[in-house]
């Protein structure tokens, strides 16, 4: 596979992108100086196709980008596509948990249900008329604080049923085998090569 710009600045996400796909050349859009596109789109579908084809204008390369967020069923959805950004633009992962926390005051546990969703699409080039897209999610749901040491974002608040912990207390392996990102991956990964071998 040719190398391929990986469309994001958030540190986290590249290590994890890159841990699961040790296999492939990935190189962050950082290290051709690409500026982050504005993310005007309304689903993580429509934010990710805006990353992805900024990266591949940019560098002249294959791009890999995702848009993910957590979706909570007591606030309608939110924080949604305003994930990274809940608390304000420029928000910390701090700020996002607090204000998460904050908004779900006095919900109960069973409804304090929830899921990590990633979508991820790879683009042949900035034109690409038939992105591949893939998508993963992730169920949990949402503790009254926070734990674990691991992870990023409101990693530390994601209860995870079939281990009985915060997403923040798994191990990078562990989380990455269960994760809406390592879902997502696989099977674009796997669309990816069928795409190659279909290509005349």
């Known amino acids: 596979m040719h190398k391929i710009v990986l469309a994001s600045g958030n540190p986290g996400k590249i290590r994890e992108i890159q841990a699961i796909l040790s296999d492939h050349p990935i190189v ?25 084809r ?16 957590l979706v909570v069923d007591a606030l309608e959805g939110a924080p949604g596509v ?13 700020d996002n948990l607090d204000k998460l926390l904050k908004e ?19 683009m ?16 949990g749901r949402i503790l009254d604080r926070a734990a674990g040491e691991n992870g990023f974002g409101y990693d530390p608040v994601f209860w995870v049923p079939s281990h009985h912990c915060a997403s923040a207390e798994l191990s990078a392996a ?27």
């Open 28 to 52: 962050p859009q950082s290290a051709f100086d690409v500026v982050d596109v504005e993310e005007t789109g309304s689903t993580f579908v429509e934010n990710a196709i805006l990353k992805a």
């Open 54 to 69: 900024n990266a591949a204008l940019h560098c002249k390369l294959p791009a890999i980008a995702d848009d993910s967020g």
């Open 82 to 94: 305003f994930s990274a950004r809940y608390a304000g633009v420029g928000a910390s992962d701090q």
């Open 104 to 122: 779900l005051e006095g919900v109960p546990d069973e409804l304090r249900t929830a899921r990590f969703i990633c979508v991820m699409v790879f």
């Open 124 to 139: 042949e080039h900035a034109d690409d008329p038939c992105p591949v897209i893939a998508q993963g999610v992730w169920e």
């Open 174 to 200: 562990v989380k990455n085998s269960l994760s809406h990102r390592g879902q997502a991956l696989k099977t674009l990964t796997a669309l990816i090569k069928a795409r190659e071998t279909d290509s005349p």
